[in-house]
């Protein structure tokens, strides 16, 4: 099915690794236009590369931690900036891009910036991918320490590597490219990165919630599971309605004896219809459904 016959990435390993199904989903799907905390990180991503070039880290997008960071650990100048690489894998290539590595003594150094504010959604793979390149583009390094930096809450996680590891790096790497290759089923794996994943609500998870009696602890895990991609098409539909009603001046939206209403902090919530304003409201939002209606059978009609 898949089309990775001449080259994979880390993203495309990352996404296989976390959700067969997604992967699945991002090459047989159109994909989705790019969300405004993709479009931040990729201009956070130039600026930073654009200060190192330029051996000025004065005006980049770093705190304290992370400038210190730079001027400590990595140090100027900068080897490898946004160094593209490729691994050989038998079947296939690994291609990927370094943010920032530089090489002293028989020691590397790998930093790799991230937009978000914690690990959460961070896959350390990346980093071993990353030390098993620079470890075969460099023989005499014994050693290498890898950095997670990021951006949105200026601190960093570290990751120490020996040579003896990029044997076992690309070992993992040669098992996981056969696992997607020989994949005929991409089974679903729902969990926490079902809240970020932008193929859920194709993801037949959604399709088939039910919910199931709970007897045992993993009954209650699987439910769990499954409930993270529900969360996430819910949470989408938040934004959907909240975004209708932000765009016609409209603070809430009733029907029957319920309703969902913007908070002060431009949340949506939900609740009951429990005074005139509010059935005020629920009549406003009817007239305004109708005139919609309207609109739509004068331009069937034309």
């Not at 071993?128 to 950095?147: C, D, M, Q, V, W």
């Not at 009696?213 to 991609?229: G, S």
């Not at 989408?236 to 029957?256: C, E, M, P, Q, V």
């Amino acid at each position: 099915m898949n089309d990775i016959t001449d080259h994979v990435s880390f993203s495309s390993l990352s996404r296989y690794r976390k959700c067969p199904a997604s992967f699945r989903a991002y090459y047989s799907e159109p994909h989705t236009i790019p969300t405004a905390a993709m479009v931040s990180g990729q201009e956070n991503h130039r600026a930073i590369a654009k200060a190192l070039a330029a051996n000025d880290i004065s005006k980049a997008p770093l705190g304290p931690r992370l400038r210190a960071l730079v001027t400590n650990v990595l140090k100027l100048p900068v080897q490898m900036i946004e160094k593209s690489f490729e691994i050989d894998i038998v079947t296939t290539k690994l291609s990927g891009a370094i943010d920032a590595a530089n090489v002293h003594g028989n020691t590397g150094i790998i930093v790799d910036w991230k937009s978000s504010a914690g690990a959460a959604s961070t896959d350390s793979f990346q980093l071993r991918l990353y030390t098993l390149s620079l470890f075969r583009t460099f023989p005499a390094l014994k050693n290498i320490r890898g950095y997670f930096a990021y951006l949105g809450s200026d601190h960093f996680d570290t990751y120490d590597f020996i040579r003896e590891d990029a044997e076992i790096i690309h070992t993992e790497l040669t098992d996981l490219v056969d696992e997607i290759l020989s994949d005929d089923t991409y089974k679903p794996r729902p969990g926490p990165q079902c809240q970020s994943c932008q193929n859920a609500e194709s993801c037949i998870i959604i399709k088939e919630y039910r919910l199931t009696k709970v007897d045992t602890p993993e009954q209650a895990i699987e439910l769990a599971r499954r409930t993270f991609a529900l969360e996430n098409v819910v949470e989408k539909a938040r934004t959907l309605i909240k975004d209708y009603l932000l765009n016609n001046g409209l603070d809430s939206i009733a029907f029957d004896d319920a309703k969902m209403y913007l908070s002060t902090a431009v949340s949506l919530r939900s609740g009951k219809i429990r005074t005139p304003k509010e059935k005020k409201a629920a009549e406003n939002i009817a007239a305004l459904s109708a005139v919609s209606q309207a609109q739509e059978s004068v331009k069937e009609a034309a």
